[in-house]
């Protein structure tokens, strides 16, 4: 099974463009389409942006135009480019991989919390 470590996370000024790593190991990487999630204080986790089995990516609405989902293949790492941070994407985010077509439980990294300071 594939284990997912992210990184990156930290203090950020509204405006500000970090990008959030996360490695993966343990298994072939490109079995699985990846995603990022995030859950605020107080709140359930959402939905970011995928990788569909096909290689399609989604966006939530709140993502599209300001997050970009890359991943590096030869580095087994999925990364998440986010731009004109706002103080309301604060949250702890987490990297999930979903084996292609299949219904599989998704496996989830430990997270990281990008906290956005205006």
């Known amino acids: 099974q594939v284990q997912l470590v992210e990184s990156g996370g930290g203090l950020v000024q509204a405006g500000g463009s970090p990008r959030l790593p996360c490695a993966a190991s343990?298994?072939?990487?490109?079995?699985?389409?990846m995603g990022w999630f995030r859950q605020a204080p107080g709140k359930e986790r959402e939905f970011v942006a995928r990788e569909l089995s096909g290689g399609s990516i989604n966006y939530s609405d709140s993502a599209k135009g300001r997050f970009t989902i890359s991943r590096d293949y030869a580095k087994k790492t999925v990364y998440l480019r986010m731009n004109s941070l706002k103080p309301e994407d604060t949250a702890v985010y987490c990297c999930?991989?979903?084996?292609?077509?299949?219904?599989?439980?998704?496996?989830w990294g430990q997270g990281t919390q990008v906290t956005v300071s205006s």
């Open positions: 343990g298994s072939t990487f490109s079995n699985y389409a």
């Open positions: 999930g991989a979903f084996e292609r077509w299949s219904t599989s439980t998704p496996v």
